[in-house]
């Protein structure tokens, strides 16, 4: 990690994420009536929760196609869910234009070959520890903690603290 990572940090306004091995551990349960099931981290949310409550936007775009990936974040407003994502691309410059943002202020963070078009166009580009070796080679931060770990946690945390928005009084309550 070096000085530039840190610098970038305080000009972001929106978060990207990935859900399969980012928001969640990369498993999927499939239940008998063919819904999906994944591991989701508690830290995760609350970080989400918080940087939603700080005034920063927040989008997850996934090709996954499970409903309770939406059902997960139904109570975080504003937060934007992508599901059954085929090009990451297209979506991610959509809402870009939606909300009128310029590249360097969103951070991205994903995990496998599927987001490596979409980092490279993200101002800030990063990956959880447990990536694939051609992501974490484009990425400017490489969580210590794994997807659906804390790795989302680990970086909203820092973007926080590098704008001097974390632990502040509403830290405490929900």
Partial sequence: MNQNYREKLKRVTTFVFDFDGVLSDGKIYVLPDGDQIRGTSVKDGYALQYALKKGFRIAVISGGVSETMRLRYQNFPNMEIYLRVSQKVPVFNQFLEKHQLITDEVLYMGDDMPDYQLMQLAGVKTCPADACEEI????????????????????????????????EDDAYQF
């Fill in 136 to 167: 974490k080679s484009i990425s400017e931060y490489i969580s210590f903690q794994k997807g659906g770990e804390g790795c989302v946690r680990d970086i909203i945390e820092q973007t926080l603290k590098a704008q001097g928005k974390w632990g």
